[in-house]
């Protein structure tokens, strides 16, 4: 079982030529998640989500705090689907995948090859990422975050650079291979539509990068696009985003 | 469960107007041979002007009886064989030992002043200076530490051919995208993975400006120092004709050197290169269609 406990986690970004000031993309977070659940980080731009999800994976240091994801007391093994779809152009698809990939055999094809019909795309294998639209290519990146088995799922906003209806379509796509899996997964947003459909728990964030709110949802699986009880929980969250941006607005910490 | 639906189709790999429509004429002044043609003709045709108003340069047709001759190797009037064969062989063969050495040594240089802060900052200046170095250089160095042996000319070669490969090679890794080295961090790719599919995949559009870049120079410097040092080879040749007054045979040489270097890019590099690229299927577009 895997568990991701940050404690505390700040991220100040030193100033640089274009910005003389200092930035702090995330103030003090705390947050724990245990098990197979989905958990969804929602906030505006600029609150610091992609830099939460950088130092959990380990590309980025946290300036104080600290964060550990573990699988077993050990270190997790991580799949991260970014905000683009991040292909080596010169590659094929599934080259791709074998990439990333822990071992290179037989068998290590046919799990590449078994992920992408998994997301929809078993002939494309050969194929080079320029020949995909966006959202093919988006949906090779969560194939490859797949094919680690990783023990963490870490997901910045896979869906926002694509059109309502692709970025539809690929939430099912998600949802379905979710479900088989039940990887633990850390899913960041700006989306509260799709931040209910797909998560456990929702945590929000506010400017700054420090917890606003944290809700858990407990409807059935898999939910549907415009279910009445999702739509319920979608205005209710965004209640409290509302209320979040009085307080920001009227300059009360928190609330 | 239905076959998964395709989102996205795939596009045309080549969105410019086909020449369905353009007369003959056109796509002959569009096409790239053919505009070569026209340009050597037009090149020949004031060659041959010029041989016509200064009488000290030599024709066309003189060049080509010379070169015949040296080719056949029959007499260019007393003593004077013709010799063509072995100063070819000699130079081609210098030539590619010096590729052989110089280019993955430049490409090994290059990726590692690309990727690592050390290796940038022990190798970086010596490239420049290298870099900037006039083949010339070389050829008297080469002269004075070797005499007039093989390995001044291949030195040469490899003296230039390095930067050129590590100038373009460290470029263009440094010009990978960050987010693709981020990438492969979080999924703790193995660095020998790394350096092949990433390093080496990302700089090898910049690899292959540096090799064509190397290629050319390399065959320049090879020639500028057989000319000055050494008693063989295609450079020595041309000279010889020089210091005997042979403009024909001086010419010829000369010509014949931008013949091969020619045909080497087109048969050789070109299609390497057009192999290498496969992934790339965006057109590129010309200015006069984006217009
Ligand atoms: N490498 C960096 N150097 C300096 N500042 C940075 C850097 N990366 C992020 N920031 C700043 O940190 C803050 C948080 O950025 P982050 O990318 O984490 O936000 P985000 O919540 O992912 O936003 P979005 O929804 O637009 O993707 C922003 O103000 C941003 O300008
Ligand atoms: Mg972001």
């Known amino acids: ?255 | 469960m239905g076959a998964p639906q395709d989102l996205g189709g795939f596009g045309p790999f080549d969105v410019r107007p086909t020449a369905e429509g353009a007369t003959i004429r056109e796509r002959l002044l569009r096409s790239p041979p053919f505009i070569g043609l026209l340009a050597l003709a037009l090149l020949l045709l004031i060659w041959q002007w010029i041989a016509w108003v200064n009488t000290r340069v030599p024709g066309i047709d003189e060049i080509v009886r010379f070169m015949v001759t040296e080719m056949s190797g029959g007499s260019h009037g007393g003593a004077l064989t013709g010799e063509f064969w072995a100063p070819l062989a000699t130079s081609m063969q210098r030539y590619a030992v010096g590729l052989a050495i110089g280019v993955p040594i430049g490409a090994a240089l290059g990726l590692l002043i690309g990727a690592f802060r050390w290796a940038r900052g022990l190798f970086n200046d010596t490239v420049l200076v290298l870099l900037a170095l006039p083949a010339v250089v070389w050829a008297f160095l080469a002269a004075l530490w070797f005499g007039l042996s093989a390995w001044g000319p291949i030195l040469a070669v490899v003296l230039t051919v390095v930067p050129f490969m590590a100038v373009n090679l460290s470029a263009g890794v440094r010009n990978i995208e960050p987010g693709l080295i981020q990438m492969s961090r979080s999924f703790d790719v193995p660095f020998g993975r790394r350096f092949v599919h990433l390093l080496f995949g990302g700089s090898l559009p910049s690899g292959f400006t540096g090799l064509r870049l190397a290629f050319m120079t390399g065959w320049n410097s090879l020639l500028i120092v057989e000319w000055f040092g050494a008693t063989s080879g295609v450079g020595w040749r041309a000279r010889f004709w020089y210091d005997a007054l042979r403009y024909p045979g001086f010419v010829g040489w000369i010509f014949l050197f931008v013949i091969l270097i020619t045909l080497l890019d087109r048969l050789l590099l070109s299609p390497l290169e057009r192999r290498a690229f496969r992934w790339n299927q965006q057109p590129t577009l010309t200015f006069e269609e984006e217009l």
Do not use: C
Not at chain 1, 14 to 33: D, E, H, R, Y
């Open chain 1, 1 to 255: 079982m895997a568990t991701v406990l940050i404690e505390d986690l700040t991220k100040v970004y030193p100033p640089t030529i274009n910005n003389p000031k200092q930035v702090q993309a995330l103030g003090g977070l705390s947050m724990s998640i245990t098990g197979n659940v989905f958990v969804a980080v929602v906030g505006p731009s600029g609150s610091g989500k992609t830099t939460l999800l950088n130092i959990v994976a380990g590309v980025e240091l946290p300036t104080s705090g600290s964060v550990r994801a573990l699988q077993e007391g050990v270190p997790a093994r991580v799949g991260y689907v970014f905000q683009e779809p991040r292909l080596l152009p010169w590659r094929t698809v599934v080259d791709n995948m074998l990439y990333v990939q822990d071992r290179k055999s037989d068998r290590s094809r046919r799990e590449a090859e078994f992920y992408l019909q998994m997301v929809g795309l078993g002939d494309v294998a050969d194929l080079y990422p320029s020949q995909l639209s966006g959202g093919m290519q988006q949906r090779v990146g969560i194939a490859r975050a797949f094919l680690v088995n990783p023990d963490v799922l870490l997901l910045d906003e896979p869906f926002s650079h694509l059109d309502a209806l692709t970025g539809r379509s690929l939430r099912d796509y998600l949802q379905r291979i979710w479900l088989q899996s039940r990887k633990t997964a850390l899913f960041v947003t700006h989306d509260v539509t799709e931040a209910v459909e797909l998560a456990d728990r929702i945590v929000m964030l506010r400017p700054g990068g420090v917890t606003y709110d944290d809700i858990s949802i407990d409807l059935p699986r898999p939910r549907r696009h415009g279910d009445p009880a999702v739509r319920d929980i979608q205005d209710e969250v965004l209640r409290r985003f509302d209320a979040m941006g009085a307080a920001v607005r009227f300059g009360a910490e928190g609330v």
